[in-house]
Every structure is written in structure tokens, then in C-alpha cells.
């Protein structure tokens, strides 16, 4: 089974809706004519999702589009939340849920990863559920159980089917915008025991088929280590993603 390599950006709170805009006008000539070998996903501010979508349709990009997070009802009094339809609507493909930032700053949980999973899904569109342990975990060689009760407990009760489309992005906390890095086979391991887990659960088809992503310092300089790994699909990127050539030597190293 080839699994399509995915490179998805993730913006976090930096850009404007106007300078998400122009990120993606910058990196659309840069990345023309990948389509075909790698997918190419942008994640900007919810602000940000209606304008990025408008470019990506009237200028007929190639490009998938994903919000950073989403409740997990279907509407209600939740003064300040967004719910999975209304992200839908604005044609996302995917919804990052569960990013360490989310766990740390806003008591995103397991539980609660799952329930915006389900959600997410519902709505029709693919979750980037994202794990991965702190320096004192792998520095008490817990990473392995861990990270696999991480992907147990948030991607439960799925069917196969959309077991087989999840994407998981394994993102050591200790890598992210640090500069420090796994070796590329210390994180392929995580990443083959990520798909082993989705194994255990929804069986081989759906290990073999859903996409485990590497996220943490990945720059134009060492992203084709990781993408040569066999368990890693793609990446999450982070600072690298908000210029428009390093996000596409990125993209280009997962061609
Ligand atoms: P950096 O690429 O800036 O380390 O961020 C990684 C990340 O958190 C992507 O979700």
C-alpha cells in the first residue's frame, strides 16, 4: 500500500487572515504541480480559515485546508468555541486535535481528543490527532506506553474506514520549536508502534493505510531524513511553515 505523503503547516496563532492570504499566494508557484506525489495542507487561525479558502477556490489550488482545533458538540451555548460544521462549511478537510499546545494551555485531554475526533469525523472531515511525550518521559523510557495510550484512549471507537483515513502526527514536546530533534529512527520507531497500536485496534488494513506524521523543529535541512523513514508519511510544521519557500523545500523533500 503506498500511503500519500502529507505536508501539512500548521500556523498556529501568527498570522492575520490577510497574511494567511498572502502566505498561500507566495507558496502556491512554489509548490505547483506537487500534487500528484504529496499532499500540501495549510492550518491557519480559525480567522484565517474563510479567507484561505476563498484563495485556494477562485485561484484553483491544489491545496487541502485544516483548522487547529474544534469543539466537539454540534452547536450550543459555548461562548467562543467552533463547532465541526461550522469548519465544514468553510471547506477544511482536516482539524488538528489534541496538539500538545491544546493539552498544556486548554486541558485538552485523551477524553476529550477522542470526543473531537468523533466529532470531526461526523462532520466529514479527517482529524491530524496529535501525541507525543515530554523530556521526562523519554527520559524514563515511558515514550513507547505512553504514546500508545495517547493513540488508544483518542482514536477509540472508530470504524476501520476511518481508522484507515486518520492521520496522527507524533510530535515529541520537547521538539517542538526547540531546535532538538529525534534521531530520524528513534522517531520512525514511535511511529511504526503508533501504526501497530492502530493494528491492535481496527486491524491491518487500517495500519497499513492511515498516515503517521513526524512534527517537531522539521526544517528544509533535515525533513528528508524523516520522510525517508517507512513509518513516517509526512510532517507537521510549525515555525518552517510560515515562509512560504522553506515550507515548500520542505514539501519538495517529501516528493
Ligand atoms: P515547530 O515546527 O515550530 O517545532 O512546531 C511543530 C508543531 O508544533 C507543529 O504542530
Avoid at 181 to 202: H, K, L, Q
Avoid at 211 to 222: F, H
Wanted: hydrophobic share 45%; with cysteine.
Amino acid at each position: 500500500m503506498n500511503r500519500r505523503m502529507l505536508v501539512a503547516g500548521n500556523w498556529k496563532m501568527y498570522t492575520t487572515s490577510g497574511e494567511g492570504a498572502l502566505l498561500i499566494e507566495d507558496l502556491a508557484p512554489l509548490v505547483d504541480g506537487f500534487w500528484d506525489d504529496v499532499e500540501i495542507a495549510v492550518c491557519p487561525p480559525f480567522t484565517g480559515l474563510k479567507a484561505a479558502s476563498t484563495v485556494i477556490e477562485l485561484d484553483h489550488l491544489t491545496l487541502s485546508l485544516g483548522a487547529q482545533d474544534v469543539h466537539w458538540e454540534a452547536e450550543g451555548a459555548f461562548t467562543g468555541a467552533i463547532a465541526p460544521r461550522m469548519l465544514a462549511d468553510l471547506r477544511c478537510d482536516y482539524v488538528i486535535v489534541g496538539h500538545s499546545e491544546r493539552r498544556e494551555y486548554f486541558g485538552d485531554t485523551n477524553e476529550t481528543v477522542n470526543k473531537k475526533v468523533r466529532a470531526t469525523f461526523d462532520a466529514g472531515m479527517v482529524p491530524i490527532m496529535c501525541c507525543g511525550e515530554t523530556l521526562a518521559t523519554r527520559e524514563a523510557m515511558e515514550t513507547d506506553s505512553f504514546v500508545r495510550a495517547q493513540v488508544m484512549e483518542g482514536a477509540a471507537g472508530l470504524s476501520a474506514e476511518e481508522a484507515a483515513t486518520l492521520v496522527i502526527a507524533y510530535e515529541p514536546i520537547w521538539a517542538i520549536g526547540t531546535g532538538r530533534t529525534p534521531t530520524p529512527e528513534a522517531a520512525n520507531d514511535v511511529c511504526r508502534s503508533i501504526r501497530a497500536t492502530i493494528g491492535a485496534m481496527y486491524g491491518p488494513p487500517a495500519a497499513k493505510a492511515c498516515r503517521i506524521l513526524y512534527g517537531g523543529s522539521v526544517k528544509p535541512e533535515n525533513a528528508a531524513m524523516f520522510f525517508s523513514e517507512p513509518d513516517i508519511d509526512g510532517a507537521l510544521v510549525g515555525g518552517a511553515a510560515l515562509k512560504a519557500d522553506s515550507f515548500a523545500d520542505i514539501a519538495k523533500a517529501a516528493r
